[in-house]
T-cell receptor
């Protein structure tokens, strides 16, 4: 079955370290997204991509970067991890230009100490 | 600014009764609305959606109502079951936004008591 997977599921890192969270989907979806979930804020968009070599900033992009070298993967990099980036991160993908639902991965819980 | 807002952080109902979850939005460009359900330690899963050309969409026990003039939508669950206990997120996408980029509300924790 097609799916979207995130790795690792849990990670603890130190302040200042570079961290990369992986996201892989097998639906051949052109659209991919990264969100973070924090209490009281819901899900906030970090970065998104509408296809290979396309990346765009979301509403909370500072301190994060993404790259899209193929259809299946959109890794999220924290350049220099900060305690404010402790959160649960969700990757999602969707197909089509508009008015379609996005499918989410199971999430990565990141703790920055 | 919070373009999609769920004002109730939590809601508790009895099994068999109706659950009504509410959502307000401010962006007039939103034309597609969705509800997601999220269990602990899992990703959000799509529940039901509605286009701005409709005012109601029904799928089994779940019905979403859209009031465009009030910029308000609601999710009705009838009858509520204990397995419905989860966090529910309202989401919206805009007319000029391709690729279903979604803006989410803060979420409402629904607890259905047996």
């Amino acid at each position: 079955d097609a799916e979207i997977t995130q790795s690792p599921r849990h990670k603890i890192t130190e302040t200042g370290r570079q961290v990369t969270l992986a996201c892989h989907q097998t639906w051949n979806h052109n659209n991919m997204f990264w969100y973070r979930q924090d209490l009281g804020h819901g899900l906030r968009l970090i970065h998104y991509s509408y296809g290979v070599q396309d990346t765009n900033k979301g509403e909370v992009s500072d301190g994060y970067s993404v790259s899209r070298s193929n259809t299946e993967d959109l890794p999220l990099t924290l350049e220099s991890a900060a305690s404010s980036q402790t959160s649960v991160y969700f990757c999602a993908s969707s197909f089509g230009a508009k008015n379609t639902e996005a499918f989410f991965g199971q999430g990565t819980r990141l703790t920055v100490v | 600014d919070q373009q999609v807002k769920q004002n109730s952080p939590s809601l508790s109902v009895q099994e068999g009764r109706i659950s009504i979850l509410n959502c307000d939005y401010t962006n007039s460009m939103f034309d597609y609305f969705l509800w997601y359900k999220k269990y602990p330690a899992e990703g959000p899963t799509f529940l039901i959606s509605i286009s701005s050309i409709k005012d109601k969409n029904e799928d089994g026990r779940f019905t979403v109502f859209l009031n465009k003039s009030a910029k308000h939508l609601s999710l009705h669950i009838v009858p509520s079951q204990p397995g419905d206990s989860a966090v529910y997120f309202c989401a919206a996408s805009a007319i000029q936004t391709s690729g279903s980029r979604l803006t989410f509300g803060e979420g409402t924790q629904l607890t259905v008591n047996p």
